[in-house]
DNA sequence: CAGCCTTTCCAAAACGTTTCGGATGGACGA
DNA sequence: TCGTCCATCCGAAACGTTTTGGAAAGGCTG
């Protein structure tokens, strides 16, 4: 027995075993250049023999990181996650997995607020970041952030989003760019608008770019009908939803603002007699799973949630490395065509219309 | 300006600023009996006005405790979270909360394998403990953490399941109880089960104890029908559900091993034109919420979740404090009469009933 | 008044890592 | 031969906490 052998597992039992300082092998291992190739490669066998894993605690106190990346879980009550989440949270995960960061979830219970939550994952040192998801157009987790200068980056934005940074998809663009092809290729006049009560930020984004193509268009024949539903009370959603397939006005054309609320819509129609996309043309946002099935498939924007994630993993580096420079991307999501569009049902006799491609 | 001030927020500052040592400080937080009780006063006035928060790392460093406790998220793919899982989740962080630690979630990602990730964990000392969920028959993670010595509690238990902590629910009481009173208060003798294909331990013990139940009976007439689905294959149900609906011999109760499965029994009985609870009673499993809403509502048993959860937290406290001692509970699930149960339709014209007695 | 016990406090070590500022030895140029 | 420079290595400090093993001072007992 030696004098008293080092706890295994450590820099210290390797250096031990290899004669070495601490020093040399834990820059050998970090791959600095003032160690020789010869020993480091003892060093790296030694250290893999070792089944040799830094201990955290050390590493963290003195680079003052905890290799962390914090995430609060919007799950409220019985509230489902939806696939969204899912799908976002996986892709964020594995980005991180790839700079060695481990993502950190934590839900907030019924007894604390989200304020609360965040500002002791915040205060303890548990995370070097933070990813917010669901802003709000007003968002106090965002101010809180921003002013305790604690790096984080946002999957959305607020209406104030100068001065952090983020990560959005361009739903104006898209909403903008829908109608014009609504219009333009399909001939449709009469539009519908289902959106939700909650101010998030996304759907006013997405009101303004419908809202404001069809002013540009300077069409005065073109109207539009809102009606707007809580976002998470399913059960609400069929008056408001009959009450305009049901109106004698009734819109040629849908546009939901979420997928969810699109196959309700296709839901309630089906079971009003309207078929679409005969007489009804329906488009959703999000592409989620269920949109693939739904009969007829929705038409609909995906947003590429994986990739999505995956850059905001990427964008948390960034902000790590250079905390002061901020990033912001927008992304443009990718029109998917299922079945639920289709022509306008009565053709305008003989308008004056811009351009007249008929699809092929 | 002094010769150097502490850095903001630690115990030397507070130390410092009182005139104190940093042991006292320390010790008069913890509380300890040796620092007198003026000093205790001071010392904690001035960390609540510095805002004081132990640095988590150092304390990690000297106590080898990171406060954590890892779970793995089951999420694949674009799979959805279900609301049993979020419900588990929320109740399981509000418990540790209360005792000072952290839930530290993490998923996997298609490119990694949950050992993996779970090896990674534990390797680097990401959490001081970890709750497993979703337990199979034969759970290599189970193995895993019981070969390596980690302390860990499981939510459901293997196959054998003597050599560490769990708590589950106590299906095959359930379903044995559940057997008895379809039979004995309402007369049911055709018994149909809908479970599922994959080996889950808790699916074995909910049919062993409607099996068992069923033998000890002793009275021939009794017949059991039984199919297997895919759990999330929810496109597949609807074949074994028909089979077993539109069977000549077709069964006056069916006992589904989820409310899921339960629920979709209740869909295809309607649009066949079965009336339940008339001509045919059907049983759940968990009490998910939309158990609550469905036509009939739907008679199950619940878990009560989020009181498991809170037990689970008390089990890794547990388990954490004596490590050697395992601990193993078994709750049993509440009955939840709503409306898809009654008298089987066709009472036996004279049998042989041992004991019968009519609901109030 | 001496000895002992209590109360209250503290110095120093330890946890495992990273990194700064050398130290050592040999090669090479002058 | 001496000085310079490079390649390679290492000692020691630092991060912030907990804990061990006292130490100092005062009160009490005899």
């Known amino acids: 027995m030696e004098i008293t052998a080092p706890k295994k597992g450590t820099l210290k039992a390797i250096a031990a075993e290899l004669g070495l300082s601490i020093t040399t092998v834990s820059r050998a291992l970090a791959g600095y250049s003032d160690v020789a190739e010869a020993t480091k490669n003892r060093v790296r066998a030694a250290a893999a023999a070792a089944d040799y894993v830094p201990n955290s605690a050390g590493k963290m106190l003195v680079t003052g990181r905890s290799g ?23 892709g964020l995960s594995a980005g991180l997995a790839e700079q060695g960061r481990d993502l950190f979830m934590t839900t907030v219970s019924s007894s604390q607020s989200e304020a609360t939550v965040l500002k002791h994952i ?27 200068g604690f790096p984080f980056v946002a999957h959305g934005r607020t209406l ?7 990560i959005d998809t361009d739903g104006k663009q898209a909403f903008s760019d829908l109608f014009q ?19 998030m930020t996304f759907r006013r984004y997405r009101e303004d770019g419908l809202i404001g193509a069809i002013k540009d268009c300077g069409d005065p024949d073109v109207t539009l009908t809102t009606r707007h ?45 309207v078929s679409v996309p005969e007489s009804l043309t329906v488009i959703g946002y999000d592409n989620i799973p269920a949109a693939h099935y739904s009969n007829p498939g929705l038409t609909t924007f ?18 790590l490395d250079t905390p002061d420079q901020i990033q912001q991307k927008l992304v ?3 029109f998917i065509r299922r079945g639920s569009h289709g022509p306008a049902p009565k053709p305008v006799p003989n308008s004056l219309k811009t351009v007249s491609k008929t699809k092929g």
């Open 181 to 199: 092809w609504l219009y333009q290729e399909l001939g449709h006049k009469k539009i519908g608008l289902l959106s939700i009560t909650e101010s």
């Open 332 to 334: 443009s999501p990718i």
């Open 68 to 90: 962390f990346v914090g995430f609060l879980l919007p799950v409220r009550e019985t509230a489902i996650l939806d696939p969204f989440l899912g799908e976002y949270i996986t």
């Open 229 to 273: 539903v809580p976002r998470f009370d399913t059960a609400s959603w069929g008056e408001a939803i009959r009450s305009m397939l049901e109106s004698e006005n009734r819109p040629s054309a849908i546009v939901a603002l979420t997928d969810e609320l699109a196959l309700s819509v296709l839901e309630h129609a089906a079971s009003l007699g």
């Open 302 to 319: 995906d947003q590429s949630i994986r990739s999505t994630a995956q850059q905001t993993a990427g964008l948390i580096l960034d902000t």
């Open 160 to 166: 104030d989003h100068s001065d952090y940074s983020w």
């Open 122 to 148: 915040v205060d303890a040192g548990r995370a070097d970041a933070m990813v917010l998801t669901r802003i709000a157009e007003e968002d106090e987790r965002v101010d809180f952030l921003v002013k305790r």
